[in-house]
């Protein structure tokens, strides 16, 4: 069954970097939409990138527009999410997510349409 595990996460000061990692298995990270997601307490989760299969179309949620960057590695079979300029705002647990069509949604959402999850990486962002 299609596996995804992230890796990465963990605490910076604001203003650092994080990069996170998602491998994927049973499932080709090229060839479909894919997108990291995050969730904080008290709020509902939110898309935070999307990344179409093939061509590889990028979508960002305005907060994070020019800061934070998605990427697949098609050789490794890796999602990843590049981080600069952590804010305090960006404290969440990140979710990766693959769906099983090749283009995502136009409008970044909490990606019930997604079919497979993985468990989760913290990211903590201190002053």
């Known amino acids: 069954q299609v596996q995804l595990v992230e890796s990465g996460g963990g605490s910076v000061q604001a203003g650092g970097s994080l990069t996170l990692s998602c491998a994927v298995s049973?499932?080709?990270?090229?060839?479909?939409?894919m997108g990291w997601f995050r969730h904080s307490p008290g709020r509902e989760r939110e898309g935070v990138s999307y990344?179409?299969?093939?061509?590889?179309?990028?979508l960002y949620a305005a907060s994070v527009q020019g800061r934070l960057t998605i990427s697949k590695d098609n050789a490794k079979n890796i999602l990843y999410l590049q981080m600069n300029s952590l804010k305090l705002e960006d404290t969440a647990m990140y979710y990766c997510?693959?769906?099983?069509?090749?283009?995502?949604?136009?409008?970044?959402?909490?990606?019930?349409?997604?079919?497979?999850w993985g468990q989760g990486t913290q990211v903590t962002v201190s002053s």
């Open positions: 049973k499932y080709t990270v090229s060839d479909y939409c």
């Open positions: 990344i179409d299969g093939g061509a590889g179309t990028t």
């Open positions: 997510a693959a769906d099983r069509t090749p283009f995502c949604s136009r409008k970044l959402g909490p990606g019930y349409e997604f079919n497979f």
